[in-house]
Nanobody
Framework: QVQLVESGGGLVQPGGSLRLSCAAS????????MGWYRQAPGKQRELVAT???????NYADSVKGRFTISRDNAKNTVYLQMNSLKPEDTAVYYC???????????????WGQGTQVTVSS
């Protein structure tokens, strides 16, 4: 099977930085798009950033210029570098990877377990 493991969340002061990582493991044939989403208390999950297998990126307007998504295909890992963090960035962050496993012939979305990011003084 396939699983995603996230790391890198925590408590940071406004203006600070954090780097999230999400590594996929298991019976992986190929990985297409990767992305990060977040969900704040009482709100719906929202898209933060995505990156295609070719490296094209897309960002939510609220994080443009502050967050950077990247991927390491050799490690099946996606990263989210978050700079100039604001209190409104506080949320649980989830990674998502569109993975074709070696078991079935089509790809599907896999989710990480979520990691808490809290921006507060």
């Amino acid at each position: 099977q396939v699983q995603l493991v996230e790391s890198g969340g925590g408590l940071v002061q406004p203006g600070g930085s954090l780097r999230l990582s999400c590594a996929a493991s298991g019976s992986i044939f190929s990985i297409n798009a990767m992305g990060w989403y977040r969900q704040a208390p009482g709100k719906q999950r929202e898209l933060v950033a995505t990156i295609t297998s070719g490296g094209s990126t897309n960002y939510a307007d609220s994080v443009k210029g502050r967050f950077t998504i990247s991927r390491d295909n050799a490690k099946n890992t996606v990263y989210l570098q978050m700079n100039s963090l604001k209190p409104e960035d506080t949320a649980v962050y989830y990674c998502n990877q569109d993975i074709r496993s070696r078991v079935i012939a089509w790809s599907r979305a896999y989710w990480g377990q979520g990691t808490q990011v809290t921006v507060s003084s």
